[in-house]
């Protein structure tokens, strides 16, 4: 099975890349739990499923719009190194996917807004699949901090599956992580109010350690 040296040989690239052509800092807050965990991150660039690789030394399978998939060469690529596609519509699909990437012992991560943040500093409000997955698969959830400098980002107009889209890449300049505690929640993943608290709760983790993380890269 070819999986395991592509995803080695990908994160050694990626690590000379953000080496040379990124300000990389990553700041973990705590050693990270043993066994599979939930990575919930906020998102302000298209290119953070591809930085956010670089949080932990095992494999994980990142959550990715299904826009993304169909680019050509990028999308089996992905396929190929088990990253999941979440089809809008069918987010339920992708959701159990992951929770059996989870149960299999492979970490996973989401993106709570579920879309490109407003900025580096504004979050949209955090959607119910953080939550439900992790009451699901029981695992630990541990919140993720991301910062870049927003003048830095490339807004390129793009068109995928023959409709008009805006793709935000971030190739250089200062990037920031900053990895939360983990945190452990308990009970019904059909309790809305549940639901919604722990959703909540986790995306207030992620919004202070994102300036945390700010404040690191600009001070």
């Not at 953070?48 to 089996?76: C, E, N, R, T």
């Not at 910062?147 to 805006?166: F, M, Q, S, T, W």
């Not at 920031?176 to 986790?202: R, W």
Request: with cysteine; aromatic share 8%; proline share 9%.
């Amino acid at each position: 099975m070819l999986t395991q040296p592509m995803y080695r040989i990908s994160r050694v690239l990626l690590k000379l890349y953000a080496r040379f052509m990124l300000e990389m800092d990553i700041r973990w807050q705590a050693a990270l739990p043993q066994g599979p965990v939930l990575f919930a991150a906020n998102h302000p660039s298209t290119t953070d499923p591809i930085y956010i690789h670089l949080v932990s030394p095992q494999p994980m399978s990142v959550m990715i719009a299904a826009k993304v998939f169909s680019i050509p060469m990028l999308g089996p690529y992905m396929r190929k190194l088990q990253q999941i596609c979440v089809t809008p519509g069918h987010g339920g699909q992708a959701l159990e996917q992951a929770r059996q990437t989870l149960e299999a012992g492979r970490s996973v991560t989401i993106f709570p807004e579920g879309l490109i943040s407003p900025s580096p500093c504004e979050f949209h409000a955090p959607r119910s699949g953080v939550a439900r997955l992790a009451l699901k698969s029981g695992v630990p959830v541990v919140p993720i901090g991301i910062y870049l400098n927003e003048a830095r980002c490339k807004r390129v107009p793009a068109e995928v599956n023959g409709e008009p889209d805006l793709i935000t890449w971030y190739l250089r300049g200062p990037y920031a992580i900053t990895v939360g505690e983990a945190l452990h929640f308990y009970g019904d993943a059909e309790d809305q109010s549940l639901v919604k608290n722990i959703a909540e709760t986790v995306m207030q983790n992620i919004r202070t350690l994102a300036l945390v993380s700010q404040q690191r890269a600009t001070s």
